[in-house]
T-cell receptor
Framework: ETGVTQSPTHLIKTRGQQVTLRCSSQ?????VSWYQQALGQGPQFIFQ???????GRGNFPPRFSGLQFPNYSSELNVNALELDDSALYLC???????????FGPGTRLTVT | LAKTTQPISMDSYEGQEVNITCSHN???????ITWYQQFPSQGPRFIIQ???TKVTNEVASLFIPADRKSSTLSLPRVSLSDTAVYYC?????????????FGGGTRLMVKP
């Protein structure tokens, strides 16, 4: 069974640019959530996708957007990058209605 | 979502039992209590979940008193590899959005 994978591992972008992060969910999981984790803090919920529809959103501006594909993989897009967007971005998958989420290793984004 | 309060950090020695307590005074009737473990530069990993009384699995025990306003994660005979950040989360994960709200967590340092 393949776990949650994310790409790329690391990324460096310039302020104002756009970035796309990718996540492949664990086999059999149809729900994907994205989190932002700043250094030294706990993960902050961005949004969740269930069956290709956004199913909940945290306190993040509209320039954070996402997609889920029929195979349940997902993308996180961030437009107009700001320095404060520098963080570890985590993807987590779960079966629908499950309490347990399985996290990927994350993508480290640095905005300069 | 119920707010949680945990100690910022704890120290222990190899072989000792570690108990980390989390306060969640405004826990709702449908809320469950879930604990995650996170190592540096990795995504959080599910440890244990419970609703009331005591839950035990192969890695930890979770004690929840009758009023459910707090919970205690117990790690038996810790080793150096248990050095990590431990997060307590409270919520009804079955709701649409399946949102996990992480607090600051407890940074556990296990010493030889």
């Amino acid at each position: 069974e393949t776990g949650v994978t994310q790409s790329p591992t690391h990324l460096i972008k310039t302020r104002g640019q756009q970035v796309t992060l990718r996540c492949s969910s664990q086999s059999g999981h149809n729900t994907v959530s994205w989190y932002q984790q700043a250094l030294g803090q706990g993960p902050q919920f961005i949004f969740q996708y269930y069956r290709e529809e956004e199913n909940g959103r945290g306190n993040f501006p509209p320039r954070f957007s996402g997609l889920q594909f029929p195979n349940y993989s997902s993308e996180l897009n961030v437009n107009a990058l700001e320095l404060d967007d520098s963080a570890l971005y985590l993807c987590a998958s779960s079966p629908a209605g499950s309490y347990e989420q399985y996290f990927g290793p994350g993508t480290r984004l640095t905005v300069t | 979502l119920a707010k949680t309060t945990q100690p910022i950090s704890m120290d222990s020695y190899e072989g000792q039992e570690v108990n980390i307590t989390c306060s969640h005074n405004n826990i709702a009737t449908n809320d469950y209590i879930t604990w995650y473990q996170q190592f540096p530069s990795q995504g959080p990993r599910f440890i244990i979940q419970g609703y009331k009384t005591k839950v035990t699995n192969e890695v930890a025990s979770l004690f929840i008193p009758a009023d459910r306003k707090s919970s205690t994660l117990s790690l038996p005979r810790v080793s150096l590899s248990d050095t990590a950040v431990y997060y307590c989360l409270v919520g009804d994960m079955r709701n649409a959005g399946n949102m996990l709200t992480f607090g600051g967590g407890t940074r556990l340092m296990v010493k030889p």
